[in-house]
């Protein structure tokens, strides 16, 4: 049985930075895809980034791009979102996925969830 656990959330202010991590077991971690999405109250659940299992493409959200970057090291078998320069907007709770297959922004393409871990930005 796939576990995804993410940890790092918290609060934070304006302009500052929180790093999320996700570690996983259950399967052969560095054969997937590995994605983060954000969920905020009332909102439906969005794409923020993903990896491909070797760690050479990554794809952002436009929200967020230049401000976060996604990372993995298949040795802890844990995917981490470094976020840099936060805004209010950010503030979710933010979930890793991991899936089969190539880079994919809709949730549907994906196999296995955390449980998410909120992150609060304070203006």
């Known amino acids: 049985q796939v576990q995804l656990v993410e940890s790092g959330g918290g609060l934070a202010q304006a302009g500052g930075s929180l790093r999320l991590s996700c570690a996983a077991s259950g399967r052969t971690f560095s054969t997937y895809t590995m994605g983060w999405f954000r969920q905020a109250p009332g909102k439906e659940r969005e794409f923020v980034a993903a990896i491909t299992w070797s760690g050479g493409n990554t794809y952002y959200a436009d929200s967020v791009k230049g401000r976060f970057t996604i990372s993995r090291d298949n040795a802890k078998n844990t995917v981490y979102l470094q976020m840099n320069s936060l805004k209010p907007g950010d503030t979710a709770v933010y979930y890793c996925?991991?899936?089969?297959?190539?880079?994919?922004?809709?949730?549907?393409?994906?196999?296995?969830w955390g449980q998410g871990t909120q992150v609060t930005v304070s203006s």
């Open positions: 996925a991991q899936r089969k297959g190539g880079i994919y922004v809709a949730t549907t393409g994906y196999d296995y």
